[in-house]
């Protein structure tokens, strides 16, 4: 097993995000999409506002489309009472689920992107609970690239 690098502080994965190009992201994403999504999923629950998600009980599904073999990643975060978890292909039925292309999420959750803008353009799709989808960016400290 070959050891991870450490994950990006967020604040700089932000800028960094916010200075590359969609080909840039997309060629990083080429190589090495897998750390990249996991790391992203593993700082989730590091990330939680836990007084705004004091009385949530949700799973929230994130399919992320583009890897080489046309299918998608699939993640699961599990909100209750203001604890957090994250994992690749969890089995619970979804609150809400969020279909994003790659380079669009790492805008999105780099604080580069809007989800209301995405979701007008057709960039972000959004089944389910759509007020709980609408909570969802109050509930995480997102990155600035300032």
Not at 83 to 110: E, H, K, N, Q
Not at 111 to 117: D, K, L, T, W
């Amino acid at each position: 097993m070959t050891p991870q690098p450490p994950a990006m502080p967020p604040a700089e994965f932000a800028k960094f995000v916010k200075q590359a190009d969609d080909r840039q992201l997309a060629e990083g994403l080429a190589a090495n999409r897998e750390l990249i999504l996991d790391q992203i999923f593993a700082a989730m629950p590091g990330r939680l506002r836990q007084e705004r998600a004091a009385q949530v009980d949700a799973v929230v599904e994130w399919e992320i489309t583009g890897p080489p073999e046309g299918s998608c990643d699939r993640f699961q975060v599990l909100i209750r009472r203001g604890a957090c978890t994250a994992l690749r292909d969890g089995t619970d039925a979804p609150s809400v689920r969020y279909r994003i292309g790659a380079v669009d999420f790492l805008r999105l959750v780099g604080g580069n992107a809007s989800g209301p803008q995405l979701f007008l353009f057709g960039r972000l799709q959004v089944r389910g609970d759509l007020i709980l989808a609408a909570r969802m960016p109050s509930m995480f400290d997102m990155p600035s690239s300032e």
